[in-house]
């Protein structure tokens, strides 16, 4: 089976602090995805990143960063300068096989981050 | 782009009354999900499709059915609805097949409130 968990259930920061959302995950599968969503207020879900797992070079855009680290199975996204335009819910998702010949996508509950003015 | 389509976006229901969402996709992916979002829960699967004809039951699947008799549709169904049921039910699709496999796409959410 399949685990995604986000230990921080709500963070606070102040506009312009850095800011790291973590995101640890468990998997049989040799083969997966991870993914990292946004829900802002209005509440859609925002795709931001997706990383398979022969691929563990880190990843910039932007003020965003990711680093995946298979052998702690973690995938942690860090916010730089963070904006008020950050505050939202994020969710981390791992997308791995699940038996009988097809594959899950399983969410973590999710970190809500709130940047202070 | 249409992309995920849910429909409807809010509903009010009396406790033991049944009703059908629907979700459409117009990206011609295999994979479709239902998931439910509540406080404090995350995402949880309800139930997935990996193809046309074909569902499969995921985390919180009771008191839930669905089908997939067209290839761009996911219906998901309560037939007796319970107040446990109140929640945001959110649709997804995605192209998954070995090696590949793309992000989810998302509807933008069911509001649904049982009384």
């Known amino acids: 089976a399949q685990k995604v968990t986000q230990a921080q259930t709500e963070i606070s920061v102040v506009e312009k602090e850095d800011v790291t959302l973590d995101c640890v995950y468990e998997?049989?599968?040799?083969?997966?995805?991870l993914f990292w969503y946004k829900q802002p207020p209005s509440g859609e879900l925002v795709f931001l990143i997706r990383?398979?797992?022969?691929?563990?070079q880190n990843e910039i855009s932007g003020r965003y960063s990711w680093n995946f680290q298979k052998s702690t199975s973690s995938f942690n996204f860090t916010i730089t300068a963070s904006q008020v335009v950050d505050s939202a819910v994020y969710f981390c998702?791992?997308?791995?096989?699940?038996?009988?010949?097809?594959?899950?996508?399983?969410f973590g509950k999710g970190t809500k981050l709130s940047v202070i003015p | 782009n249409a992309g995920v389509t849910q429909t409807p976006k809010f509903r009010v229901l009396k406790t033991g009354q049944s009703m059908t969402l629907l979700c459409a996709q117009d990206?011609?992916?295999?994979?479709m999900y239902w998931y439910r979002q509540d406080p404090g829960m995350g995402l949880r699967l309800i139930h997935y499709?990996?193809?046309?004809?074909?569902?499969a039951k995921g985390e919180v699947p009771d008191g839930y059915n669905v089908s997939r008799l067209k290839k761009q549709n996911f219906l998901l169904g309560l037939e007796s609805a319970a107040p446990s049921q109140t929640s945001v039910y959110f649709c997804?699709?995605?192209?998954?097949?070995?090696?590949?496999?793309?992000?989810?796409?998302f509807g933008q959410g069911t509001r649904l409130t049982v009384v």
């Open positions: 997804a699709s995605s192209y998954d097949t070995t090696p590949g496999a793309t992000e989810a796409f």
């Open positions: 998997t049989r599968d040799t083969t997966y995805y």
């Open positions: 990383r398979n797992s022969f691929d563990e």
């Open positions: 998702a791992l997308r791995s096989y699940s038996g009988a010949g097809s594959y899950q996508l399983t």
């Open positions: 990206m011609n992916h295999e994979y």
């Open positions: 499709s990996v193809g046309e004809g074909t569902t």
